[in-house]
């Protein structure tokens, strides 16, 4: 059995690797965002939760016994309603604006203007996405039923700060 070790575990070595679920066309993915091999990069909007009521009967008081072990008094229960919350579905995958582009003063303060305009934005044009800027992007992007702070490529084209892909 000893010697057989070391080939089992040669043969292990051998198996085939099981196969993931990203795309195959993903080359980098690091911090929620993916990049595909034409330079694309995509994100996912938080997995929707679903809320279930779970019942759960609980002894509030034991039986009573009289010295024969006769049952005086049956015990008591109660019903206890809890919700409990559990994650339904990976999120929807969108493209979304590359990290390098986020990290460009000019572009960050166009997008910042581009917010205030909408009074979705009220902080001070910085050219850093900040908390405040990634706030302001959630907001947005959530009216039309996107729910991330990762600014999309289809709400910066609507901003008219990303460019257009011609017809």
Partial sequence: ?????????VLSACAP?????APATVLIASGGIETDTAGRCFARTAPRTRVDIV??????????RDAAGTIIDPPVFRTVSEPTARTVGEGTRFEAVCPPVL???AFVQSLQRALLIRR?????????YDPATRAAVQQLQRNGD??????????????GIFAQARP
Avoid: K
Avoid at 1 to 9: A, H
């Fill in 17 to 21: 690797v099981p196969p993931t679920d």
């Fill in 120 to 128: 979705a934005y009220d902080g001070p044009i910085s050219g850093v």
């Fill in 1 to 9: 059995m000893i010697r057989l070790l070391p080939i089992l575990l």
């Fill in 55 to 64: 019942d759960r009967v609980e002894q509030v008081a034991p039986a009573r």
């Fill in 146 to 159: 996107l729910d991330s702070p990762v600014l999309s490529v289809a709400t910066a084209r609507d901003l």
């Fill in 103 to 105: 990290t460009n003063e």
